[in-house]
């Protein structure tokens, strides 16, 4: 691999690209699956992370190559041979108006992280989710002040959760699936969430969670950490 033509994440446009980014990874879904009219397959996809940027890299079955338990969160890769596609709303879960598409002749070598950072966040003010459009990617941050209890409607699970922060405007966020099922925080936990869905429902915007999101109850980062301490004085 050529490791002297590495390209930043926030230069990529749509195209094939024999060259290579250099990035972490950040976090990885699970493998689901997908269904478009009388097609259907699974597919996963994973937050991919440099200094410049970060970009949501996806993978269809026919591409994986057995990538999946490779590919290991936490760790930089230098990858080559993709595609990058405008965003597809489906799996859109960043800002970044590009997704980075793995092929046949896709090539991963793990290496060294160098200034890689370790996460990245755009954290969104609550208050803010109303002004969202539909299905919008959206990082929040709050802290859990209600805890549903686990319902099934239409077959699939659901979980409400609500969060809160200094702006004292209260959302609710749907965990969906295996989300929801395996949601153990509790009130007074600090709950962030990277690559929800603003969603409408009942005239009010809320947060969605399922398959392709990053849940995480009391990461130990610095917004964590102030947002629990404010919230701790104010009882």
Not at 70 to 78: H, S, T
Not at 92 to 121: M, T, W
């Given at each position: ?15 094939f ?59 930089v ?39 890689i ?9 609550l ?92 990461p130990?980062?610095?917004d ?12």
């Amino acid at each position: 691999m050529n490791t002297n033509a590495i390209i930043p994440i926030c230069s990529l446009t749509t195209g094939f690209y024999i060259s290579s980014i250099k990035a972490r990874v950040i976090w990885k879904s699970e493998i689901t699956q997908w269904r478009k009219g009388q097609k259907c397959g699974i597919v996963y996809i994973m937050h991919l992370l440099d200094e410049s940027g970060e970009i949501t890299g996806i993978v269809f079955a026919d591409y994986d190559n057995g990538f999946y338990g490779q590919i290991q969160p936490g760790l930089v890769y230098l990858i080559s041979g993709f595609d990058v596609e405008e965003a597809i709303s489906d799996y859109k879960v960043s800002d970044n108006p590009y997704q980075l598409f793995f092929r046949h002749n896709i090539v991963l070598e793990l290496s060294a992280c160098g200034r890689i950072p370790r996460e990245k966040y755009n954290f969104l003010p609550l208050v803010k989710v109303s002004s969202k459009a539909d299905k919008d990617p959206v990082d929040a941050i709050g802290i859990c002040t209600a805890v549903g209890r686990l319902e099934e409607r239409r077959g699939f699970f659901i979980r409400e959760i609500l969060l809160v922060d200094p702006f004292y405007h209260p959302v609710m966020l749907n965990l969906w699936q295996k989300e929801a099922v395996n949601f153990v925080g509790q009130p007074n936990d600090v709950i962030v969430v990277k690559g929800a869905r603003a969603q409408p429902h009942n005239n009010k915007m809320k947060l969605n969670a399922s398959w392709y999101t990053n849940v995480q109850i009391n990461p130990d980062i610095p917004d964590a950490t102030a947002l629990l301490a404010w919230y701790n004085n104010q009882k």
